[in-house]
């Protein structure tokens, strides 16, 4: 498997637009910062949707009064809170059901 960083990232979108890399990082840092910074002030439930990429959002998650500890068998109390999902656009989706070769 291939990890893309965000120096990858920034390479990409440097040869594609042919922009100074120092540019291309500064506007992909300020972009990932804005998209953690209104995922992280939601209250509770917000949405990011970009056209033809996906939906970025949060969601509330409910308290499990008898969730379980799979290393200790102990079981916990998990308290209500927050998480993220994404679903891909339909451009993405469409893209990712094409057959492997």
Same mark, same amino acid.
Do not use: C, Y
């Given at each position: 498997?291939?990890?893309?960083? %965000?120096?990858? /990232?920034?390479?990409?979108?440097?040869?594609?637009?042919?922009?100074?890399? *120092?540019?291309?990082?500064?506007?992909? *840092?300020?972009?990932?910062?804005? /998209?953690?910074?209104?995922?992280?002030?939601?209250?509770?439930?917000?949405?990011?949707?970009?056209?033809?990429?996906?939906? /970025?959002?949060? +969601? +509330?998650?409910? &308290? %499990?009064? +008898?969730?379980?500890?799979?290393?200790?068998? *102990?079981? /916990?109390?998990?308290?209500?809170?927050? +998480?993220?999902?994404?679903?891909?656009? %339909?451009?993405? &989706?469409? &893209?990712?059901?094409?057959?492997?070769?």
């Amino acid at each position: 498997m291939k990890t893309v960083v %965000k120096k990858d /990232i920034v390479n990409m979108v440097s040869e594609k637009t042919q922009f100074k890399k *120092e540019m291309v990082s500064s506007v992909v *840092e300020s972009v990932f910062d804005s /998209i953690r910074d209104v995922l992280s002030s939601a209250n509770p439930e917000i949405r990011i949707e970009i056209r033809g990429f996906g939906v /970025i959002g949060i +969601k +509330k998650a409910k &308290a %499990k009064p +008898k969730a379980r500890n799979p290393r200790t068998n *102990e079981v /916990i109390f998990v308290p209500p809170h927050k +998480k993220t999902f994404f679903k891909p656009g %339909k451009i993405l &989706a469409d &893209a990712l059901q094409k057959p492997l070769k």
